[in-house]
T-cell receptor
Framework: KNEVEQSPQNLTAQEGEFITINCSYS?????LHWLQQHPGGGIVSLFM???GKKKHGRLIATINIQEKHSSLHITASHPRDSAVYIC????????FGTGTRLQVFP | DTAVSQTPKYLVTQMGNDKSIKCEQN?????MYWYKQDSKKFLKIMFS???????INETVPNRFSPKSPDKAHLNLHINSLELGDSAVYFC????????????FGNGTRLTVT
């Protein structure tokens, strides 16, 4: 069993749809990372959050520390949002999920 | 100005060779990392240095040796390359260990033939 579980593994959407990607983990953590990896391969850090909610443009990340769960939402999705989204955390080591591959079609 | 830069971008080599990948960050961060991403896109930590001190050394073959000459540099040397070493290797940095956002380099695609 992975220490970080993401769902769904693959997601397709039409442009404009509201997207939710879920991340569950099994240990107590202080902060969780959300990363975005575009088809070209580069990785960008989207959020690091330890409680509540953070928003950046059309992206919103929420975390519930007690329930060990985080969600990444994309409002008004666009084809340029097509990427792999990866969540993970630091404790004494860095653990990442296997990612959610999102494809947004025009 | 590139924040985290790694070279080379592509590396094709034969089994048994020794190769190095270099990483430099100009962000003034204390912590640097090496990650390996396999063909299934699974991102796995290999090493982490904080202020030039090794703080994470995951179960990685000892053919892989990181070297941090200063806080801004973390190089990865690989001896006796094997087919299974083929992957994309990412360097990253963060301001501090454990509670700072990560900044990634563009990756080095290593192909061992």
């Amino acid at each position: 069993k992975n220490e970080v579980e993401q769902s769904p593994q693959n997601l397709t959407a039409q442009e404009g749809e509201f997207i939710t990607i879920n991340c569950s983990y099994s240990v107590g953590i202080s902060a969780l990372h959300w990363l975005q990896q575009h088809p070209g391969g580069g990785i960008v850090s989207l959020f690091m959050l330890s409680s509540g909610k953070k928003k950046h443009g059309r992206l919103i990340a929420t975390i519930n520390i007690q329930e060990k769960h985080s969600s990444l939402h994309i409002t008004a999705s666009h084809p340029r949002d097509s990427a792999v989204y990866i969540c993970g955390y630091n404790t004494d080591k860095l653990i990442f999920g296997t990612g959610t591959r999102l494809q947004v079609f025009p | 100005d590139t924040a985290v830069s790694q070279t080379p971008k592509y590396l094709v080599t034969q089994m048994g060779n020794d190769k190095s990948i270099k990483c430099e960050q100009n962000l003034g961060h204390d912590t640097m990392y090496w990650y390996k991403q396999d063909s299934k896109k699974f991102l796995k930590i290999m090493f982490s240095y904080n202020n030039k001190e090794l703080i994470i050394n995951e179960t990685v073959p000892n053919r892989f040796s990181p070297k941090s000459p200063d806080k801004a540099h973390l190089n990865l040397h690989i001896n006796s390359l094997e087919l299974g070493d083929s992957a994309v290797y990412f360097c990253a940095s963060s301001l501090t260990w454990n509670d700072s956002p990560l900044h990634f380099g563009n990756g080095t695609r290593l192909t061992v033939t």
